[in-house]
């Protein structure tokens, strides 16, 4: 596990997984398709895994994979239905550390 100051979905493979803390929750984040910043997230108060598009906010779907996420700022989650269409989002406390497993095995 590594501790990053700054996060590129884009930049990550299939099968990473990306644990970051809020300020009042904890989450992890199984990388599907990080060319869409698409994925499995797991915490905070969802009821079980659900499909995000995991973003620093704000963040559009076009910049979500290359717009870097730091520290200090919020996390855009655009929870997704089966067909990918956005059905709501999610605006996170402050994130106080992210940290990368890298060639991490989804389960989804």
Not at 15 to 25: N, P
Not at 32 to 47: C, H, K, T, Y
Not at 62 to 78: M, Q, S
Request: include cysteine; charged fraction near 20%.
């Amino acid at each position: 596990m590594e501790k990053v100051t700054t996060l590129v979905i884009g930049d990550l493979a299939i099968g990473d997984c990306v644990e970051f803390r809020t300020a009042h929750s904890h989450y992890r984040f199984w990388v599907e398709f990080p060319d869409q910043a698409v994925g499995i997230l797991f915490g905070g108060r969802l009821p079980g895994p659900t499909r995000v598009r995991l973003s620093a906010d704000p963040a559009t779907a076009t910049d979500a994979p290359t717009r870097p996420i730091h520290p200090g700022e919020h996390a855009r989650l655009v929870l997704l239905a089966p067909d990918g269409t956005a059905i709501r989002c999610i605006v996170t406390s402050t994130i106080v550390e992210i940290m990368v497993v890298k060639n991490g095995r989804a389960a989804a």
